[in-house]
Nanobody, 121 residues
Framework: QVQLVESGGGLVQPGGSLRLSCAASGTIFSINFMGWYRQAPGKERELVAGMPKGGNIMYANFVKGRFTVSGDNPLNTVYLQMNSLKPEDTAVYYC???????????????WGQGTQVTVSS
């Protein structure tokens, strides 16, 4: 059983900052990706930032220069530092991880429960 537990969402004024955290736990042999997606009302879920194991960090164009993703080594916790927040950043933010529980199995995509981020004055 694998769980992704998120924390750190909330209400913040425009221009403010928030830091999200996501920790993976359970039967884990290897993680080869951790990242953050978001979904606003009436919109599809979209990638915000991702950390492939041993690869280049990915950012969506709409967060470049404002958000920073980081993680522990070995990768089992991922963080999202969000600065200069805008009302259009309001969404449910989901942690995602590609995890396998043994060397003989494929990687599967797991999702956190989601944390609400609201940017409003």
């Amino acid at each position: 059983q694998v769980q992704l537990v998120e924390s750190g969402g909330g209400l913040v004024q425009p221009g403010g900052s928030l830091r999200l955290s996501c920790a993976a736990s359970g039967t884990i042999f290897s993680i080869n990706f951790m990242g953050w997606y978001r979904q606003a009302p009436g919109k599809e879920r979209e990638l915000v930032a991702g950390m492939p194991k041993g690869g280049n960090i990915m950012y969506a164009n709409f967060v470049k220069g404002r958000f920073t993703v980081s993680g522990d080594n070995p990768l089992n916790t991922v963080y999202l530092q969000m600065n200069s927040l805008k009302p259009e950043d309001t969404a449910v933010y989901y942690c995602a991880a590609d995890i396998t529980w043994s060397r003989y199995n494929n990687y599967y995509r797991y999702w956190g429960q989601g944390t609400q981020v609201t940017v409003s004055s």
